[in-house]
């Protein structure tokens, strides 16, 4: 059975005794009401039909039937029957209103008589027949002892109909507990169906896609959520530790396969001193590209392991980029890289933008967007573009280059990976997913759009420091 057909049977069978209840009470509520009401009128007539014989005493007593027989009521079957203090028979009206009655009229006795008068107040009652027995006195201290009853027929048809209609609201509201109870169980459902939606869209090769959790949420689902990202968390970790180790390997192999067989080859026979310079230039060439590789292959593994030590503080962007830009052209003199705060007007100056960081991971960050930019375009040049906003910055670094395929974009971002058009330039594939970890580790984002020969964009959000900006704005 599914949870939500248990949680809407659950629902049923928790809201339909509260729904029987309440009916039960308002029938029963309904019921006494009646019968009070009803009790109280056939009191009343007794007492009423009392005070007409005792003040007249000179009534005919066939003129105070006929004022009975005359009176309208809801009732049948209604009698009202008057002793004196002897028990003596003084007024009696029969069982009015219907005529057609078969079964005999209620048995007045002794013992009933003698029960009115120790206790003044009585209830009788004869199937249908219901009323009561009063001791009643007039001004003049005369006692009456008074036998009033009748068949509340109104009240009878009443009830009936109240049956009906508490039947049938009985039906329309079971039905619309079902409709309501596939509703809760159907919104209470939603938040692990969409949970469920998410999980599937996990696999081996997005293991960094994680359960969204409410920041202000503290529920057994939010708490779900979070330990299954801690889960994944601990299974991407032991998946990257096996990817890293696998394209470690793979990487590390190929110049080392190239320095083996540079030195087999020379070792062949002898060499002439110039051919063993180049020998050690294209040795020390290969041990560079090797050394490098190695460097970026710790600083991602740091990052994959959640190993690597942030000492936050505030930086200024604009300095940080300046550096990051010195390094590079202090590396490849060839390149050339241009400043715009505007994407139309190029080589001005950064605006000065504090954000909360460590200098020297942006600063690795923003020299590989500068080397691939400059890398992978045949002018070797990368135009750098800042836009301040109110409390985030935008930086864009943007080139003429050879473009990356559209169907290849999700992938630029993993290790090791290469675009197809990019084997002809040497490079290793860990720049950009080191680039990329840097940036989600500050709170930022980025994003990158290409064409093929036309060129690439990347865009990096920063989080930035509002307060302090205008402090700097202002001096």
């Not at 009534?59 to 039937?65: A, E, G, N």
């Not at 209604?78 to 028979?89: H, P, S």
């Not at 294209?282 to 970026?296: F, Q, T």
């Amino acid at each position: 059975m599914h949870l939500r057909t248990r949680l809407s049977l659950t629902f049923v069978v928790v809201v339909s005794p509260v729904l029987l209840l309440f009916l039960a009470n308002f029938y029963y509520y309904f019921s006494t009401s009646n019968q009070d009401y009803f009790l109280n009128i056939v009191k009343n007539r007794g007492v009423t039909m009392t005070h007409l014989m005792s003040r007249g005493e000179s009534l005919d007593r066939s003129l105070l039937r006929w004022i009975d027989e005359g009176t309208y009521t809801s009732l049948s079957n209604r009698r009202v029957a008057i002793f004196d203090e002897q028990n003596q028979l003084l007024y009696d009206s029969g069982e009015l209103d219907d005529k057609e009655i078969q079964e005999p009229p209620f048995t007045i006795t002794e013992p009933l008589l003698q029960q009115i008068t120790s206790q003044k107040v009585v209830s009788i009652s004869d199937g249908e027949r219901m009323g009561y027995g009063l001791l009643l006195h007039n001004s003049k201290g005369q006692r009456y002892k008074v036998v009033s009853y009748a068949i509340d027929d109104y009240g009878q048809q009443k009830m009936h109909e109240m049956i009906t209609v508490s039947v049938a609201t009985l039906v329309i509201a079971f039905l619309v507990v079902i409709v309501l109870s596939q509703i809760f169980a159907r919104r209470s459902i939603k938040p692990i169906s969409n949970m469920i939606e998410k999980i599937e869209q996990i696999k081996v090769s997005n293991l960094e896609l994680r359960l969204p959790v409410p920041p202000d949420a503290d529920d057994e689902l939010s708490r779900l959520a979070v330990s299954f990202n801690q889960m994944l968390d601990r299974i991407s970790s032991f998946e990257m530790q096996r990817s890293f180790v696998s394209n470690a390997s793979h990487e590390l192999r190929t110049p080392l396969t190239l320095i083996t067989n540079q030195i087999e080859v020379s070792l062949i026979k002898p060499r002439s001193s110039e051919e063993y310079q180049n020998l050690l230039k294209s040795l020390l060439e290969d041990i560079n590209r090797l050394n490098a590789l190695s460097n970026g292959l710790l600083e991602l593994a740091q990052f994959d392991v959640k190993e690597i030590q942030v000492t936050w503080a505030t930086v200024q962007l604009d300095e940080v980029i300046y550096e990051a830009v010195a390094s590079v052209l202090h590396k490849y003199p060839n390149y050339r890289i241009s400043f715009a705060t505007d994407a139309q007007d190029e080589d001005e100056s950064l605006p000065a933008i504090a954000i909360r960081g460590e200098e020297s991971l942006l600063q690795m960050a923003f020299m590989n967007l500068i080397e691939n930019g400059c890398k992978f375009s045949s002018d070797h040049h990368t135009q750098i573009t800042v836009k301040p906003h109110s409390d985030y910055v935008e930086v864009f670094f943007e080139d003429q280059g050879i473009g990356i395929a559209e169907s290849e974009l999700d992938y630029i971002f993993q290790p090791f990976y290469r675009a197809t058009n990019s084997h002809a330039i040497k490079g290793n594939g860990i720049g950009l997913s080191l680039t990329e970890k840097i940036i989600k580790l500050h709170g930022g984002r980025i994003t990158v759009n290409s064409q093929l020969d036309q060129g690439t964009r990347f865009r990096v959000d920063l989080p930035s420091l509002p307060g302090l900006n205008e402090e700097i704005e202002e001096s």
